[in-house]
């Protein structure tokens, strides 16, 4: 068992490093599913996927069949396929954000426009439901067709609310629960069946998925307004209007919800609400990032209470990967 002074790498390098020969092969089979005879899909496509990331879903797909035993075939197509459903929601998500960067480079619908970059996602959301269907499992299928059908659902209830003060906590999660959750859940669920994993411990590790990328989430949502270097410029949540959770919460707490309205107004143009940094001093002094911090502290908490019924290297990374949310 590895011990704290042992990782010298934080967990997710250590989980990479650990699964390199793995990780490889997930990349090698992404990028030949996003090979097309039109150019410019393929453009769109490579560049996309080879823009970085961590591929944090596909690792935790590979960590959970290496939880139950060791990965497979079956275990690299279900990786490649969410990572596949993930890029085909950033490319979403850019053009309903009209984001201009991602992971610090120029967004696809700002280099090719809107409609190329749609029908690109719908292209890699075709080529995932290709991968699933080559492992020859429904289980498989059934997993994370339901996962695709919620995050569009969350998608459209999101946008739905988009500059909505008047959102409850409770909702706002659900919405993070469709949108987020819902794939970091699939991915470690198929994982887990992928090694030949019980129904107990395929649900336990689903569940870890879940509360996982609910901390995730609230997490990503505070770093938009404090961190300035996380692939995109520090506060774009605010200018781009979106109420997320900190918003939120400080909406809540504030008796002078009139500032937020000013923030938060279709009406109002960028120029014309408050600016950035009386935003953040307003946020710190409502304690709503340490409210944040409660809430992303108790899914890790949960998340973590999902690994208890494993015992192995994997499983202390896992735990410390969570650890490691905590501190952002």
């Known amino acids: 068992m590895l011990q704290a002074s042992q990782i010298i790498l934080d967990p997710v390098e250590q989980l990479r490093n650990d699964f390199k020969k793995g990780l490889q092969q997930v990349d090698t089979l992404i990028l030949s599913s996003v090979s097309a005879s039109e150019p410019l899909v393929q453009n769109i496509a490579k560049t996309l996927i080879s823009a970085g990331g961590k591929r944090l879903r596909p690792l935790l797909c590979l960590a959970s069949s290496r939880l139950i035993s060791e990965f497979n075939q079956n275990s690299i197509s279900l990786a490649a396929a969410v990572e596949l459903i993930h890029a085909a929601t950033l490319l979403h998500d850019d053009v309903v954000d009209e984001s201009p960067l991602r992971r610090g480079q120029q967004t696809a619908n700002m280099i090719w426009g809107n409609k190329p970059s749609i029908l690109v996602g719908d292209f890699l959301f075709a080529r995932a439901f290709q991968l699933m269907v080559n492992t020859g499992d429904i ?34 999660l ?77 909406y809540q707490a504030d008796t002078d919800k009139s500032f937020w309205h000013q923030c938060f107004n279709d009406d109002n143009q960028p120029f014309q ?45 896992m735990q410390m990967l969570v650890e490691s949310y905590f501190a952002c």
Do not use: W
Request: glycine content about 6%; some cysteine; hydrophobic content about 35%.
């Open 139 to 172: 289980n498989f299928l059934d997993i994370l067709a339901t996962a695709s059908s919620k995050i569009s659902e969350g998608e459209v209830t999101q946008l739905r609310c988009f500059n909505s003060l008047d959102l409850s906590v409770d909702s706002y």
């Open 273 to 317: 609400k408050p600016p950035f940094d009386q935003v953040l001093n307003r946020l710190h002094k409502l304690d709503a990032f340490k409210k944040c911090e409660t809430i992303a502290k108790f899914y890790g908490k949960e998340a973590q209470k999902c690994l208890a019924s494993f015992s192995n290297d994997v499983s202390y990374l």
């Open 174 to 250: 659900e919405i993070t629960e469709y949108k987020t959750a819902t794939l970091f859940s699939a991915a470690c669920h198929t994982g887990a069946l992928a090694a030949g994993a019980d129904p107990y411990s395929a649900q336990q590790l689903s569940q870890f998925g879940r509360y996982f990328g609910l901390m995730y989430q609230v997490v990503d949502d505070v770093n938009d307004y404090i961190m300035s270097n996380r692939g995109k410029s520090q506060g774009d949540d605010y200018r781009e209007g979106k109420v997320t959770l900190p918003i939120l919460l400080a």
